[in-house]
């Protein structure tokens, strides 16, 4: 046996993605984060199915809430320049 090694697989939790994702879209964040914590205490108890489910959901709701999160960031970036286009085109057409 390697030293160290306390004969448990290891589960990734998913805690990083999971905050990562709370800037983006904190509504889906706050279950992967719940999930994420989930992971470690099942481990703890021997619950290897329990840990991976817990991590599957987190690593689900962490995706959908950095998908939709980039995806909203990006439409307001793209009516943020949209709207300096028009008040550029206005000012140079001489309308404002």
């Known amino acids: 046996m390697q030293p160290g ?12 993605m999971s905050i990562v994702s709370i800037f983006l879209f904190w509504p889906l964040a706050i279950p992967a984060i719940i999930n ?21 959901e987190s690593k689900k709701w962490s995706k959908l809430a950095l998908i939709i999160g980039l995806i909203a960031w990006g439409v307001g970036l793209l009516c943020c320049i949209g709207y300096w286009v028009l008040i550029a085109g206005s000012i140079a057409a001489g309308t404002v």
């Open 36 to 56: 994420a914590s989930k992971v470690n205490p099942a481990l703890q108890q021997g619950d290897i199915a329990g840990a991976q489910a817990a991590a599957a």
């Open 5 to 16: 090694y306390s004969g448990q697989p290891q589960v990734d939790n998913n805690m990083t």
